[in-house]
């Protein structure tokens, strides 16, 4: 669609990319999530599994289809290039970013990377204290599936190598109203809107 703008998504794990999606929803984006698929897959083979499975099934289905192969089944299996404002959730590799340019511009979209950057401390906190299923509970198990999702396993996945190709970054710190302003002040400058056109509204913070 043309002059749609889509918003992709990037960050470590705890960094708030499942708070910023659903900020994003609250003025008119329609969500999507990479991570969806590759979670229910894994879900449906392994039933409650560990990021590190997660991260594993991920790997073995991007070994056989290639890594782009969760950004061609968002592609696939929804209507995310008929959208006029899009945000999507969890992109893992410049691949999958690629691919998704590609075809932004082919729908006459625009495409910008986000990413959200937080400390290990306060990311590590956040996951602990979201008490999400499959998420590590020790330090040393959470830094290890950092490492992986850093690309030390492969290409499959890298978090840092994506926030160091990202459009703009936050620092989300987790004070819900700058992390709200931050999200309209860049709608607003990627999009033909007068400043302070979109409103957030207001909610709760949340991890």
């Known amino acids: 669609m043309a002059d749609a703008l889509i918003i992709a998504i990037c ?33 449906e083979a392994l039933g409650v599994p560990t990021r590190i499975q997660v991260q594993q099934h991920g790997k073995t289905m991007q070994e056989r ?6 950004a061609q089944l968002l592609d696939q299996n ?5 959208q006029s404002r899009a945000v999507i ?3 893992r590799n410049e691949d999958e970013l690629a691919y998704l340019r590609n075809r932004a511009t082919e729908a006459g979209a625009s495409l910008k990377l986000l990413a959200l950057v937080v400390d290990s401390d306060t990311r590590f ?15 040393e198990q959470f830094v290890a599936d950092d490492a992986r999702a850093n690309g030390a396993e492969g290409a499959f996945q890298n978090n840092q190598r994506l926030i160091a ?3 703009r970054k936050i620092e989300n ?11 309209l002040t860049l709608v607003n400058s990627w999009t033909t809107a007068e400043p302070g056109s979109a409103q957030i509204p207001h909610q709760e913070a949340s991890r």
């Open 78 to 82: 929804s209507d995310l290039f008929l």
């Open 165 to 167: 190709l990202a459009d």
């Open 11 to 43: 960050g470590e794990s705890g960094a708030g990319k499942s708070t910023s999606t659903e900020t994003l929803k609250d003025i008119g984006f329609k969500s999507y999530s990479l991570s969806g698929f590759l979670r229910k897959e894994a879900e």
């Open 89 to 91: 959730d969890g992109l």
């Open 173 to 183: 710190t987790g004070d819900m109203e700058n992390l709200r302003k931050s999200l």
């Open 65 to 70: 289809h290639g890594n782009a192969y969760y």
């Open 125 to 139: 906190q956040r996951v602990t204290g979201r008490a999400r299923a499959g998420d590590p509970t020790a330090r």
